[in-house]
């Protein structure tokens, strides 16, 4: 297949876009794109186009340290020990050291940090394997080695048999007749079978100029587009696309027009956001740490009006008491100990038990992937736990969904009536206990059958697909021709 690439005059002016199709790609053309290229910093970002870095992790170097505190303070416990050592450092109601709660909350915090930046540093390297995936990128040499990150929107890719699609591409043509290609989605929608795509019938054999789409969004099975070509135009639809993450099948080789790159491919857009993820267990720890900050300020505040009333009552009876007082109120002296006693009855907190929680996390990860028997031989792979505060989460099913009728039902198959030559066999209804007549009944006619041409023999089987659910319905009806 000869396919030819016509050099683009873009000091032209572009076709204006139609209603609701704003974005522009011009076909192999670096200094359009490369300036409207998205960039960011911190949490700014500013660009139209965006690069086809994937980056999942969640820490820079200088997020790292107030995104994980804030993570790590969402627990009830981290809190309220952040509380305490807050009040320790008023010296009116300082009743133990600071330091006595900030060195347990100091390494609860540094495990999680570590286990945090420890797991973000696996994804900045699964991120890192995905960017250096080779691919063929169109240059002014020709067609040249490059890697994912390398991608722009503009560029003419050459995609290979059995290799994964790096970004949302626009078919051009292919080495099988009528440009047809075939494509695996598993990694998108979990189906196997294939899937065919087509180019449009201009592109078979000439580069196209300009492509006014929609904007990047999540839709998987939907895309609008205009293809501009020497000042006709031609409309696009999801038939024409190869999406990100798909693989190229039973087709030598591919060409197609990058679309959407990154973060604005469709896949990408559909994955979200990462959450902090709360386990079972972790939510009824916090539940159990409002109920004993509850009981605490309870009792802190029966010993505060205890103190309160002995001051108002009692102390002033007492020489060396209320001498000690130095005529402050009775109420600002129950003040003074309701915060006091909340001190002094903090280590009621179990911070300990958040201290074992983080080492069981830790040895039950490397335990993981010690086990021989989660060990795959075929590839050298022993398992690998990437999220190292989920471990209890293992193994709890909460919700079993399925999509077919017969995961968990029955389906049969009744036998109800035969055609032979013409001739019809069988009763309208035939209980389920009485199903295997079809065998019998199948061999009978067979063996008695007078036709001079056994070839010619056409059997018509009609069936009752019933299903066996709760109520034990017909669900419909099947044809079955045997020649």
Same mark, same amino acid.
């Given at each position: 297949m000869v396919w030819f690439f016509h050099a683009l005059d873009h000091t032209k002016t572009s076709p204006l876009p139609l209603s609701g199709m704003t974005w522009q790609v011009r076909a192999n053309c670096h200094y359009f794109h490369e300036p409207l290229g998205r960039k960011s910093f911190l949490c700014f970002r500013w660009g139209r186009y965006a690069d086809n870095t994937v980056r999942s992790y969640k820490y820079s170097p200088l997020t790292f340290l107030? /995104? !994980?505190?804030?993570?790590? &303070?969402? #627990?009830?416990a981290n809190f309220f020990f952040l509380l305490i050592v807050v009040m320790q450092g008023v010296p009116a109601i300082a009743t133990l050291p600071w330091y006595i709660t900030m060195l347990p909350l100091l390494t609860v915090l540094t495990m999680r940090g570590v286990k945090d930046l420890l797991a973000d540093l696996g994804r900045r390297r699964s991120d890192g394997k995905i960017n250096k995936r080779?691919? =063929?990128?169109? @240059? !002014?040499?020709?067609? @040249? /080695?490059?890697q994912w990150k390398d991608v722009c929107v503009g560029d003419v890719l050459r995609i290979q048999? =059995?290799?994964v699609i790096p970004a949302d591409l626009l078919l051009l043509c292919s080495t099988e007749p009528h440009s047809l290609c075939f494509i695996e989605t598993a990694d998108i929608d979990g189906e196997t079978n /294939?899937? &065919? #795509?087509?180019?449009?019938?201009? @592109?078979h054999s000439e580069l196209t100029s300009v492509v006014w789409c929609e904007e990047p969004n999540g839709q998987l099975y939907s895309f609008q587009g205009k293809l501009h070509w020497k000042g006709q135009c031609h409309l696009l639809d999801s038939e024409h696309m190869l999406l990100r993450g798909t693989i190229l099948r039973n087709t030598d080789t591919a060409y197609g027009l990058a679309i959407y790159t990154g973060s604005d491919t469709k896949i990408l857009r559909n994955c979200g956001r990462l959450k902090v993820k709360k386990t079972q267990v972790e939510r009824f720890l916090n539940k159990v740490v409002v109920t004993i900050v509850l009981s605490l300020l309870m009792v802190a505040l029966l010993l505060a009006v205890g103190s309160g009333l002995f001051e108002h009552l009692i102390s002033p009876r007492i020489e060396v008491l209320s001498g000690i007082s130095a005529n402050f109120p009775a109420a600002y002296r129950g003040f003074l100990t309701f915060w006091g006693y909340i001190i002094l009855l903090s280590p009621a907190m179990p911070m300990s038990l958040y201290i074992t929680f983080e080492l069981i996390h830790i040895v039950h990860c490397l335990l993981i992937g010690w086990d021989l028997e989660m060990y795959w031989g075929k590839r050298n792979s022993p398992a690998q736990a990437r999220a190292t505060s989920l471990n209890e989460e293992l193994g709890q099913v909460g919700h079993l969904l399925s999509d077919k009728t017969g995961t968990l039902t029955q389906n049969? /198959?009744?036998? #109800?009536q035969c055609c032979v030559a013409g001739h019809i066999y069988g009763m309208s209804y035939v209980p389920l206990s009485k199903a295997n007549w079809f065998t019998r009944l199948l061999t009978l006619l067979i063996s008695r059958s007078q036709l001079s041409n056994p070839d010619q023999l056409q059997l018509n089987f009609f069936f009752l697909d019933s299903w066996q659910g709760k109520h034990g319905k017909l669900k419909g009806m099947t044809q079955l021709f045997y020649n």
């Open positions: 107030p /995104l !994980n505190l804030y993570e790590q &303070f969402q #627990r009830a080779p691919c =063929d990128i169109l @240059t !002014n040499q020709g067609f @040249t /080695l490059g048999k =059995d290799q /294939l899937k &065919f #795509r087509q180019a449009p019938a201009i @592109t049969h /198959l009744l036998f #109800r």
